[in-house]
């Protein structure tokens, strides 16, 4: 007689608790993400953090270009931060497993009672040499924060900077 489906469930929610490299809050999906981390703090006043997780895609070179996009209340649309907003193509690692990254924006702060709200949009590609063999591209979400990984310790979709 085999076990119960709730057990199969629970069991094997509890193995993958405790595999390595598979974080509370962090999803183990084959999916990439990316999350604001850093928001205008008081001793880094302007800076925007943008955190990133790749998924390996069959052993391809992983790179990311991270922007950042203002939301335009005029036209109430996003819009991307042209002067200083482009962090370019960076390659993350050379295949072989999901691999974190990220990097952090400053800007002057807005003009006194102005507020800005910004947010990460990420282009993800996986290569093999100059050939690109997968691509995603992905706002930034909540949800990922992570208290034992101190670079995500906070997980945010925007981030508003407000004087």
Do not use: Y
């Amino acid at each position: 007689m085999g076990m119960r489906p709730t057990v199969v469930i629970a069991t094997t929610i509890a193995i993958a608790l405790t595999l390595p490299g598979v974080a509370v809050g962090q999803s183990s999906t084959r999916s990439p993400w990316a999350t604001v981390n850093l928001c205008d703090l008081p001793s880094r006043p302007g800076a925007v953090g943008v955190r990133v997780r790749i998924p390996n895609r069959a052993d391809a070179a992983q790179w990311t270009r991270i922007r950042l996009q203002f939301f335009d209340g005029t036209t109430r649309a996003w819009r991307l931060v042209r002067s200083g907003g482009d962090a370019g193509w960076t390659k993350l690692s050379d295949g072989g497993g999901p691999v974190t990254g990220g990097t952090t924006f400053t800007f002057p702060p807005p003009r006194a009672g102005a507020r800005i709200v910004v947010r990460g949009l990420v282009d993800f590609e996986w290569r093999r040499g100059t050939t690109v063999v997968s691509r995603a591209r992905v706002k930034t979400t909540s949800g990922h924060r992570n208290a034992a990984d101190p670079m995500l310790r906070v997980s945010r979709a925007s981030c508003q900077i407000v004087r």
